[in-house]
């Protein structure tokens, strides 16, 4: 039994004498107590009956013949009867009645919850190729209210379009996702979860791995940054597809492998024992699979170690260019400061324009007044 309902259900009449009942709430397939129980009871019986109006229990007296249908308790205080294997069907509303004159009743609904089944994905009946359309249909029946699907993409949650059909007194639930995969989707596992009341806190779900056969990528990786007479050398062909890309060949220059004592071929690498100057060349891995070819290009040049040493960098070239470019910046920032120093505070307003040169107080006055009506005529703005 799942829940019982808190508000006791009471009828109008004596405020002695009445029978009392609680909505009941359970799972399909469980077993459903019905009490029905009297406060004050004057030797009066006490009677179930089911939705149909049908007698179950009269008293302790069984008057409907299923086997499902037991009684629990009989008192002139309580009736206590148990339905067993409850089925969606017995769901309904069942009376309690209390033979006083007049008779009393009380109403208890019985819930039968109905348990979703375990889902079920469609769609993926073969492996998708890459840029295919795909719809993923997760399905589940039998629930009752209609149970929720929730789509996850690895860990993180997907919207579906859902699709609920009433089937007799449950429902059918169905869940889309749509997509349109990738490369990025092969591996990627799709898990459709069904949440229902009647299933508490362990949700049903279930899980599909999509698989996507997509053409190769391959990209040749060098172990020697500069490779030199002598040393051991290897070219890793490092070669992504599905189906996997086997096996890879590798050519030189075009045509086969020219040493094959010294060049060998190790699954995806190629290995050259010790370089020498004859490797000099463009190396080509390339593979396959049943839906392409995809090849990568190396070209090897092989150094002398003793020319490198000769070679080496020149520290006093490189010191003369380091003293020239700090020379020149520090030339720059001299001549930008004596530049900055002459133009400081030169700017003159037009009242004061022809005042420096008077030889005395008055014409300076004079001067500056003939300027000050220039100014109305034209105006200088200094921005």
Known sequence: MLSEAAT????KGSQTQFPITQNVTVVEGSTANMTCRVDYNDNTSLQWSNPAQQTLFFGDKKALRDNRIELVRASWKELTISISD????DEGQYTCSLFTMPVKTSKAFLTVLGVPAKPEITGLS???QEGEDVTLTCTTSGSKPAADIRWFR???EVQGQKEVNATGRSFTVRSSVHLKVARKDDGAAYTCVVEHISLGSMPHQVTEVLEVHYPPQVQIVHSVIVPQEGQYFKLECVSKGNPLPEPVFWTKDGGELPDVERMIVEGRDLIITTLNKTDNGTYRCEAGNILGTNRDEFTLYVYDPNALAQHGPDHALIGGVVA????????FIIVLGRYLARHKGTYLTNEAKGAEDAPDADTAIINAEGNHAHAEE???YFI
């Open 154 to 156: 690895n860990d993180k």
């Open 86 to 89: 409850v089925s969606l069907s």
């Open 8 to 11: 006791k259900n009471k009828v």
């Open 378 to 380: 034209k105006k200088e």
């Open 126 to 128: 073969r492996p998708a």
């Open 324 to 331: 020239v470019v700090v020379f020149i910046t520090l030339c």
